[in-house]
């Protein structure tokens, strides 16, 4: 029961977490995309990046849905998350700036709360891999 409800869990959870993020971000576009501007370390790549990266959380998200692809989604998502973590950890750490935090609900946290939030669902990303049936490894 368990080996089966984790993967399903895991997929639900990072389905729900790049569905708003993505739509956040596409609905507050002007707004994602001068605090990316404000990124050291993206400001070059605004354009890019504030288009990009709703784009590849849905395609993440399309990928979770169905059990066919799901795997593939949830490499994707452990992908993004260490990405998203190793960004923020390079802001809080290295950076001569914090710029603001990200819009929606994930704005009331500020970048250290973020920077968890963030190693939690790379987690789930990881049980989703682990977890995942064998015989439907793709």
Not at 31 to 57: H, M
């Amino acid at each position: 029961m368990l080996k089966k409800t984790l993967p399903e869990l895991s997929a639900i959870l990072l389905t729900v977490l790049f569905t708003y993020a993505s739509i956040s971000k596409l609905l507050q576009y002007d707004t994602f995309k001068y605090q990316l501007g404000q990124s050291p370390f993206v400001t070059r790549y605004a354009d890019i990046v504030a288009w990009g990266v709703p784009a590849i959380e849905l395609v993440t998200t399309a990928l979770l849905v169905f059990p066919v692809t799901r795997m593939k989604g949830f490499y994707l998502s452990y992908g993004l998350m260490l990405l998203f973590t190793f960004y923020i950890y390079a802001i809080l750490h290295y950076s001569y700036f914090v710029p603001c935090s990200c819009g929606g609900i994930l704005s009331q946290m500020n970048w250290e709360q973020h920077l968890v939030f963030n190693i939690i669902f790379s987690l789930i990303a990881l049980t989703g891999i682990f977890t995942f049936p064998f015989k439907q490894k793709v």
